[in-house]
């Protein structure tokens, strides 16, 4: 993905979906309409941090590079630079793949 021209807010991420499979392990080619929706991505941006009540800001569990599976409904999708994206809140991350 080219340079990012936006700055999450607070304790949002920025996801890249990776693309669903096209095909099954049996080898049949699967339309767009059957195909699952995407639950793992990359992380591209990440805001600053959740502003706690103290005045200070709480850190991220993710950094940009980081692969993480999230929930299939979760965030907002939005279109960037051409390419399809997720605006996520921390909590709707479930996991860091390793």
């Known amino acids: 993905m080219a340079k990012i021209n936006i700055r999450p807010l607070d304790d949002r991420v920025i996801v890249q979906p990776i693309d669903a499979e096209e ?3 049996g080898g049949i080619v699967l339309p ?4 699952e929706k995407p639950q793992r991505g990359t992380v591209v941006a990440v805001g600053p941090g959740k502003l706690m009540d103290s005045g200070q800001r709480g850190d991220l569990s993710v950094a940009v ?3 993480v599976i999230y929930g299939k409904y979760g965030g907002s999708d939005i279109e960037l630079n051409g390419n399809d994206v997720k605006i996520l809140h921390e909590s ?3 996991a860091k793949v390793l």
Do not use: C, P, Q, V
């Open 23 to 25: 095909t099954t392990a």
């Open 32 to 35: 767009d309409s059957a195909r």
């Open 65 to 67: 590079g980081d692969e």
């Open 92 to 94: 709707d991350i479930l």
